[in-house]
């Protein structure tokens, strides 16, 4: 029966979608910067995005680009400890890919740090220091190039609390884009950890970075992104129940996925989704976003609240959603669930901080939380 066919859709995080709506102009640019060479600015960028809007993604995609160029990428997430893995992980595992002969020719001449004692690198085996990150990457990039090729580094989740690690991998990047090295670096991070970052003076190559902020995408692409994942996996849909889907995705990212998702599995009986079926599916959908985005984010929000309401900003409303209508009704829906006594609306501050965008899609979903007549 067609509608036990698998969706086609991805509404989960991280996964790429059918079809990236939106993001081709920020492909493309950091594309064009793979090719320029060292020194283009694309080749150091951090993508910012509220929750949900297709960091992650887009880090895959600059991957994608980077592969089909016959880059060889590591994709690290900024956890703690990162720096090590980098180093006594993902560096040894792609040298040794690369040509194990030439790395240990090169290994064999090239001195350790200093702070290793300046030991040479062919020494036993069981007691060989560890080389650096530093001379790992030097290494791989030189190595690299003789083949014309380079080394993708992508970081997400990038976040202040990491700094001091960010800073000694600043350090890194910033000496081999100054020696002109066939090394790119992508980054991605929520927009409240990217003003914390970039307000840190020592971390000058994040402020010297390509930035972009993902905004929602326009509804001729959500449209797209919508449509053909359905006509590819074989079904068609009315136009009217395209354009509720279209209208319900407020064009943030993760609920395309999650719209689509949804009225594809109401739609079980049927070869092409009409519109009663996109409606459950809406409505499904926005039950759904509030689980998944939401719940997380108001108790992230109640514990930080609880701590230290006293500190709270004096904002008069959150700051990023579209309409003043909209805030005081995402202010109220907040403050009542979660028992906020706080009078500076610091908690829905927060709220809108944790997921926001510019426009702060997800407030839709948050406050139009009646269900539709033909549901
Ligand atoms: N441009 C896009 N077009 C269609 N779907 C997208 C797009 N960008 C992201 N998605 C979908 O949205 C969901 C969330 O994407 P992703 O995990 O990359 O978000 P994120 O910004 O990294 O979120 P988080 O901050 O939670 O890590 C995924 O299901 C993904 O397939
Ligand atoms: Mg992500």
Redesign the pocket.
Known sequence: MLGLAKSPF????????P?????DELIAQFAEGLDDGPGAAARATLYA?A???????LLNAAEEQARSRGWLVISETATPGFIERLASDHLPRVLASVDPEAVKRRLTSIQAPLNLGGVGWATDEQHRPRPSLRSQIELLTDLLAENETGLLITLD?IHHHQKSELREFGAIVQHAFREARELAFVA?A?PAAVNDLLNDSVLTFLRRADHHHLER?EEDAVRE?LRKPILNAGRSLTPPALETMVAATQGY??L??LVGDQVWRKATNEGEIDLPSAHAGVYAARRRLGQLVHAPALAEAQTSTSRSCWQCPPTTAPRRCATSKHASEWTRTTRASTGCVCSRWSLSHRLAAAVSTSRCPTYATTCASTPPRSA
């Open positions: 991805t509404p989960s995080f991280g996964t790429t979608p079809v990236l709506a939106g993001r995005g929750r949900g809007t297709g960091k992650t993604v989740e991605a929520l995408v992104a990212p993760f395309i996925q």
